[in-house]
């Protein structure tokens, strides 16, 4: 009976959102965001509190998804970026929008009095910009344990080359594949050659 009010309500957010990464590349798809979803219902318990931290809002269709399932969740993105987002979710009291270019400017005096379970890392996807996101996210207040989430993974090979190497070093170990596999199309052009569209891993402290 769990599994059916969870699906239920997963597919009802997916309806008010309208779109996914076959309409939009810029988004992640509807199966990411339920897989994600039913991650973190799964995680973590219903009567604990547990933030979470985005670094990349862009339309704020996966902050929704988030703010379902966490107590807080904080989104960066660039100033005067949010108007989308603040519009798809008027109706949520637990999301704080960060306005700052993460590659210019410090996030930690935005973000310090909590302890973060959940990074998803959607930013700039260049290696270099993965990796600094994930540097930043690790002198953060983070909490035991903590999973960083990625997109894009199959799809752009910086992304999936700063990934791979924070596990082949040791920062991170897998937990699960999300959303669609490995050979995936999805009709734009785009096709998930790498690998899966997304990754959750865990820190290793």
Not at 151 to 168: F, M, P, Q, T, W
Request: proline residues 2%; contains cysteine; negative net charge.
């Amino acid at each position: 009976h769990l599994n059916i009010c969870i699906m239920t309500k997963i597919d009802k957010l997916l309806e008010q959102i309208g779109e996914d990464k076959h309409t939009n590349p810029a988004t992640t798809s509807n199966k990411f965001k339920k897989d994600l979803y039913e991650f973190c219902k799964s995680e973590f318990p219903w009567t604990c509190e547990h933030v979470a931290a985005e670094f990349g809002t862009h339309k704020g269709q996966t902050t929704k998804i988030l703010s379902e399932v966490f107590d807080k969740v904080y989104t960066v993105n660039l100033p005067d970026n949010f108007n989308e987002a603040r519009r798809i979710n008027a109706d949520r009291d637990n999301i704080e929008y960060v306005g700052l270019d993460l590659y210019k400017s410090d996030v930690y005096d935005k973000i310090t009095e909590n302890h973060i379970s959940l990074f998803l890392i959607d930013a700039g996807h260049s290696t270099d910009n993965v990796l600094t996101d994930f540097t930043r996210a690790i002198n953060m207040n983070t909490a035991e344990p903590c999973y960083f989430v990625f997109d894009d993974c199959g799809l752009i090979y910086d992304v999936k080359e700063a990934v791979d190497s924070l596990i082949e070093f040791g920062k991170l170990e897998i937990v699960r594949e999300i959303g669609h596999p490995k050979g995936y199309d999805f009709k734009n052009g785009r096709v998930l050659n790498l690998g899966a569209e997304g990754l959750i891993c865990k820190l290793i402290n």
